[in-house]
């Protein structure tokens, strides 16, 4: 079954968004398998941004994921590392349709309140960065006879 990672930036856990966005997911019948509240260190957020380095937001992207704490999250189900693409919307949150997360809680590219992978390469380099094997829980749902 795919994985992938998710993560409630600093700007949704402010806002109280935590529950919201887990709850998402949790109807649309994907499986959470791992999450913690955390501070990202420095060095981890240069490398789970290090695609971005050489981008002019790079600075502000690093101080803003390090400026509270986030909520990582790995995530479970047929197709989910693309399916969360769609749910979490456009990064860009002006260009988000409405009903996807970002289309219906940011309003700038910066806080745009929610990450996740963007491929299977990604989510596997990602879950990696932030969880260690012994974090990821692995468990049988009966509902998922009714999902499948
Ligand atoms: P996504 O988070 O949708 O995968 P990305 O990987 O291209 O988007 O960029 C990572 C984050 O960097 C994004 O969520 C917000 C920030 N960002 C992207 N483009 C930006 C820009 N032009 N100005 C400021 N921040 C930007
Ligand atoms: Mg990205």
Redesign the pocket.
């Known amino acids: 079954m795919e994985r992938t990672f998710l993560m409630v930036k600093p700007d949704g856990v402010q806002r109280n968004l935590i529950g919201e966005i887990v709850s998402r997911f949790e109807k649309k019948g994907f499986q959470l398998v791992g999450a913690k509240l955390m501070h990202i260190p420095t060095e981890l957020a240069e490398q789970h941004?290090g695609?971005?380095k050489e981008?002019p937001?790079f600075g502000?992207?690093v101080d803003f994921i390090t400026s509270g704490p986030v909520f990582a999250m790995v995530w479970e189900g047929e197709n989910v590392i693309a399916t969360a693409r769609q749910m979490?919307g456009s990064?860009n949150p002006k260009d988000a349709a409405p009903g996807t997360i970002r289309g219906d809680f940011g309003l700038t590219?910066?806080k745009?309140v929610i990450?996740?992978s963007?491929s299977p390469a990604s989510a596997a380099r990602e879950i990696g960065l932030f969880f260690k094997e012994a974090e990821l829980v692995e468990y049988k749902k009966l509902v998922n006879e009714w999902v499948y």
């Open positions: 941004y695609e971005h981008r937001f502000e992207l979490m990064t590219v910066g745009n990450h996740g963007d």
